[in-house]
Nanobody, 121 residues
Framework: QVQLVESGGGLVQPGGSLRLSCVVS????????MAWYRQAPGNQRDMVAS???????NYGDFVEGRFTISRDNAQSTVYLQMNSLKSEDTAVYYC???????????????WGQGTQVTVST
């Protein structure tokens, strides 16, 4: 049973920083492409950043160089460092793990429970 546990969310003022963490258990973390998504009330879930098994990264256009995704395979953890936060970054942030490309399957995609990020004065 693959499990994802996020942490690091909270309340921060505009211009501040947060680092989100997502620990994966139950399978070989190195096989997984990892991503962070976010969803604000009334909005769709958007991809924030992704990092594949080889370390290649990709970011949503709205990130504009403010966020950095990284992974520590030894700790089975993916991080999202968020700087210069804006009020519009307020959302629930979800961790996603996908190993379908490695296994040739369609059901090896997992989500964490989400962590709330609120950017406000």
């Amino acid at each position: 049973q693959v499990q994802l546990v996020e942490s690091g969310g909270g309340l921060v003022q505009p211009g501040g920083s947060l680092r989100l963490s997502c620990v994966v258990s139950g399978d070989n973390f190195r096989l997984y492409d990892m991503a962070w998504y976010r969803q604000a009330p009334g909005n769709q879930r958007d991809m924030v950043a992704s990092i594949n098994y080889a370390g290649r990264t990709n970011y949503g256009d709205f990130v504009e160089g403010r966020f950095t995704i990284s992974r520590d395979n030894a700790q089975s953890t993916v991080y999202l460092q968020m700087n210069s936060l804006k009020s519009e970054d307020t959302a629930v942030y979800y961790c996603n793990a996908d190993a379908n490309s490695f296994y040739g399957t369609t059901d090896r995609n997992y989500w964490g429970q989400g962590t709330q990020v609120t950017v406000s004065t």
